[in-house]
């Protein structure tokens, strides 16, 4: 079974408009952390946000936020305020605490192209 | 230099060579790992190092060898590659342990075997 679906390709959104990236995992360790990760077309997966399963609230980094519905197991990016700059791959991660290490579980990405 | 670097960025080599990928973190990070990203598949973790010593083999076929001198540096040997093995090869690093751990990548290594 997959550990994190994200089940929109791609999504489409005009400037200034607000845009929900879809995510929910699959997890039956009570302690986990949620992440999201921006892709460009140059490769670089960089760092958006980050939600822990024992989070009261949800997180919000600038134009980014979480929506975390827990007993939903859902993780949804909310991007406010859509910029071109915005147009990449987008990926939801999650890291269960009881593992070893601390390597993240990716899901497949959404693509979202912001137009003008 | 800051951040996570990878090089080379692109690299194309025949099945027979070997060529090596290497990655450096300026972050003060004590765990780095290699993932795979293939067209349409989600990215694969391959190997994680924690303090030098590799905690995770992801199954990874033998070809493929990595090597971790120390905390800053982690190295992906490469060796009789089939074409399927081409992708972008992504380097990580962060705090472990940590409860946020967020991993920051390097820009990647497109490789094609050809």
């Known amino acids: 079974a997959q550990k994190i679906t994200q089940t929109q390709p791609g999504m489409f959104v005009q400037e200034k408009e607000a845009v929900t990236l879809d995510c929910t995992y699959d997890?039956?360790?009570?302690?986990?952390?949620l992440f999201w990760y921006k892709q460009p077309s140059s490769g670089e997966m960089i760092f958006l946000i980050y939600q822990g399963s024992y989070d009261q609230q949800n997180a919000t980094e600038g134009r980014y936020s979480l929506n975390f519905q827990k007993a939903r197991k859902s993780a949804n990016l909310v991007i406010s305020a859509s910029q071109l700059g915005d147009s990449a791959m987008y990926f939801c991660a999650m890291r269960e605490d009881n593992q070893a290490g601390t390597a993240l579980i990716f899901g497949k990405g959404t693509t979202l192209s912001v137009s003008s | 230099e800051t951040g996570v670097t990878q090089t080379p960025r692109h690299l194309v080599m025949g099945m027979t060579n070997k060529k090596s990928l290497k990655c450096e973190q300026h972050?003060?990070?004590?765990?780095m790992y290699w993932y795979k990203q293939s067209a349409k598949k989600p990215l694969e973790l391959m190997f994680v190092?924690?303090?030098?010593?590799?905690?995770e083999n992801n199954s990874v076929p033998s070809r493929f060898s990595p090597e971790c001198p120390n905390s800053s540096h982690l190295f992906l040997h490469l060796h009789t590659l089939q074409p399927e093995d081409s992708a972008l090869y992504l380097c990580?690093?962060?705090?472990?342990?940590?409860?946020?751990?967020?991993?920051?990548f390097g820009p990647g290594t497109r490789l094609t075997v050809t």
């Open positions: 190092y924690n303090f030098k010593e590799q905690t």
């Open positions: 990580a690093s962060s705090q472990y342990p940590g409860n946020r751990a967020e991993q920051y």
């Open positions: 997890t039956s360790d009570p302690s986990y952390g």
């Open positions: 972050l003060g990070h004590n765990a």
